[in-house]
């Protein structure tokens, strides 16, 4: 594989890390889903969410394949990315981190250390489930980048989330050509 400029470029899988429910038809991940280059992790997605269970349906689509990944998760896939990442290694090159729930810590250990791979979090101004603050807390923990995605919400198909073309910019930015 090569770019426009004759660089040459090596195969990223991109793996789609749900959150704890069904996304939805017209929720930006089932759009990125269709396209060839995605896979689901775990296939197919749904709930309930137990994070353990889905870190290990992480492990096991991540070891499956030798093949460079980037991670793209929503939501509580951003747990379950962390909870990978704390537990785990393999071929990972970078995430997306998009909307993570805040989790107060007497309802859930939510793994904060540094994850070993670069990242960015996308968090919303006005998204429910996590402040502002909270989302720059993750991302300083993380040690992900913060990008603004502005006032979108839970950045889902009920707050108007179908195509998300700032997201597909992040991932490029991650080296998912």
Avoid: K
């Avoid at 250990?109 to 996308?122: E, H």
């Avoid at 040690?143 to 998300?164: C, I, Q, R, S, Y």
């Amino acid at each position: 594989m090569s770019t426009d400029d004759g660089r040459r470029t090596r195969p990223v899988r991109r793996l789609l890390v749900p959150g704890r429910g069904i996304p939805s038809q017209t929720h930006w991940m089932h759009d990125w889903a269709r396209r060839s280059g995605y896979i689901w992790a775990p296939e197919p997605p749904g709930p309930p969410y137990d994070l353990a269970e889905r870190v290990e349906a992480l492990r096991v689509t991540i070891d499956a394949d030798d093949t460079p990944a980037i991670l793209v998760a929503h939501s509580a896939g951003c747990l379950t990315v962390a909870g990978w990442a704390a537990r785990h290694e393999g071929p990972v090159l970078a995430a997306l981190l998009a909307t993570p729930p805040f989790i107060p810590p007497e309802w859930m250990d939510v793994p904060r250390q540094a994850l070993p791979f670069r990242s960015i979090l996308a968090a919303s101004r006005t998204d429910p489930h996590c402040t502002p603050a909270q989302a720059r807390a993750y991302a300083a923990d993380w040690g992900a980048e913060f990008f603004d995605a502005g006032d979108v919400g839970h950045l889902d198909g009920a707050t108007g989330f179908g195509p998300w073309p700032d997201g597909e910019a992040l991932v490029e930015r991650l080296g998912g050509h």
